[in-house]
């Protein structure tokens, strides 16, 4: 038996263990899919947004609205500063003004101090640590690119601000960044729209490999997946998202949690190979490191839309 098909036997043995025995059918069909492209030397590849789907950025608007409460509301409004301070993570909706209102906070003045406060701070590599992973997420993750998929995370954080933040933190938390067989692609620019950017970037994904799957938070984005990838799994996954979202367009299916039923073990990594044909031994040409540049939209992103970067 050839070398690459006993890396392939490994591979599926690895990612039959009891980390993947009890997830979400969807889950579970991604992972066959992807295992099953590998197989023939397809290249599956799985996109991933960041805010809102593989990391929860709530933990990072409650910190930046806690500072705001302590540097300038307590000095003017010391109850209103009390009730921010009081607010945990499950507090925080998508917008500013919809958190503090639901604490009796109506004073369009607090309010807009407060957004300007959050829009200086939130787009920055200093804030992002304080995100959290998806509860699962990582698992699932690290086991897909153990069976063979190349993770692609496409997120609207642009490079101006938010670059190193970005991999320090999907390094930290476990997610393979920055090694073979994944990569990150943000905006090159803040003004860049989240939708638009989506799309012209699944223009360039085409052509690099088999897309299995997309995820995403916003039903915008998973829209433009579905359009761009039809014959792909395009999964939305719930959780906080804009104001007015598009209806989602047939074949969206919809997640709740990356979650398993049983208690796991996080994945090891495993860098694969792609099997080699023993009829031809080529080398593959080797995949561009950057997307074509982008003219940046002239819409940018809504602030105190906190949740909104994807």
Same mark, same amino acid.
């Given at each position: 038996?050839?070398?690459?098909?006993?890396?392939?036997?490994?591979?599926?043995?690895?990612?039959?263990?009891?980390?993947?025995?009890?997830?979400?059918?969807?889950?579970?069909?991604?992972?066959?899919?992807?295992?099953?492209?590998?197989?023939?030397?397809? &290249?599956?590849? !799985?996109?991933?947004?960041?805010?809102?789907?593989?990391?929860?950025?709530?933990?990072?608007?409650?910190?930046?609205?806690?500072?705001?409460?302590?540097?300038?509301?307590?000095?003017?409004?010391?109850?209103?500063?009390?009730?921010?301070?009081?607010?945990?993570?499950?507090?925080?909706?998508?917008?500013?003004?919809?958190?503090? &209102?639901?604490?009796?906070?109506?004073?369009?003045?607090?309010?807009?101090?407060?957004?300007?406060?959050?829009?200086? &701070?939130?787009?920055?590599?200093?804030? @992002?640590?304080?995100?959290?992973?998806?509860?699962? !997420? *990582?698992?699932?993750?690290?086991?897909?690119?153990?069976?063979?998929?190349?993770?692609?995370?496409?997120?609207?954080?642009?490079?101006?601000?938010?670059?190193?933040?970005? *991999?320090?933190?999907?390094?930290?938390?476990?997610?393979? *960044?920055?090694?073979?067989?994944?990569?990150?692609?943000?905006?090159?620019?803040?003004?860049?729209?989240?939708?638009?950017?989506?799309?012209?970037?699944?223009?360039?994904?085409?052509?690099?490999?088999?897309?299995?799957?997309?995820?995403? +938070?916003?039903?915008?984005?998973?829209?433009?997946?579905?359009?761009?990838?039809?014959?792909? @799994?395009? !999964?939305?996954?719930?959780?906080?998202?804009?104001?007015?979202?598009?209806?989602?367009?047939?074949? !969206?299916?919809?997640?709740?949690?990356?979650?398993? @039923?049983?208690?796991?073990?996080?994945?090891?990594? +495993?860098?694969?190979?792609?099997?080699?044909?023993?009829?031809?031994?080529?080398?593959?040409?080797?995949?561009?490191?950057?997307?074509?540049?982008?003219?940046?939209?002239?819409?940018?992103?809504?602030?105190?839309?906190?949740?909104? *970067?994807?």
């Amino acid at each position: 038996m050839r070398l690459a098909q006993i890396m392939t036997l490994i591979f599926g043995i690895l990612a039959t263990g009891p980390a993947l025995a009890a997830r979400a059918p969807i889950l579970e069909q991604i992972l066959s899919d992807v295992r099953e492209s590998y197989a023939k030397q397809e &290249r599956p590849m !799985v996109i991933f947004d960041v805010d809102g789907t593989l990391l929860d950025n709530r933990p990072r608007i409650l910190k930046i609205l806690t500072e705001y409460a302590d540097q300038e509301l307590m000095k003017v409004r010391p109850d209103e500063a009390k009730l921010v301070k009081a607010l945990g993570v499950t507090d925080v909706q998508y917008r500013i003004s919809d958190t503090f &209102r639901s604490i009796g906070i109506t004073d369009a003045a607090i309010i807009n101090n407060a957004t300007v406060f959050w829009s200086e &701070r939130f787009f920055s590599d200093e804030y @992002l640590n304080y995100d959290t992973p998806t509860p699962g !997420v *990582v698992d699932y993750v690290r086991t897909l690119y153990s069976t063979g998929a190349k993770i692609v995370y496409l997120t609207g954080r642009d490079t101006e601000r938010q670059l190193l933040g970005t *991999v320090r933190a999907l390094r930290a938390y476990g997610f393979p *960044v920055g090694i073979q067989g994944t990569e990150l692609i943000m905006k090159p620019t803040a003004g860049t729209q989240n939708a638009m950017f989506k799309q012209r970037v699944t223009n360039y994904l085409r052509h690099y490999g088999l897309v299995v799957a997309t995820f995403d +938070n916003e039903p915008a984005n998973i829209n433009v997946y579905r359009r761009a990838f039809g014959n792909s @799994l395009s !999964v939305l996954f719930e959780a906080p998202h804009s104001a007015n979202p598009p209806p989602l367009l047939p074949g !969206v299916v919809k997640l709740s949690s990356f979650e398993p @039923l049983v208690t796991t073990t996080v994945a090891p990594i +495993n860098i694969v190979e792609p099997p080699t044909s023993e009829a031809t031994q080529e080398t593959p040409s080797p995949e561009p490191e950057t997307i074509p540049a982008s003219a940046p939209s002239a819409e940018a992103n809504v602030a105190g839309d906190p949740l909104g *970067v994807d």
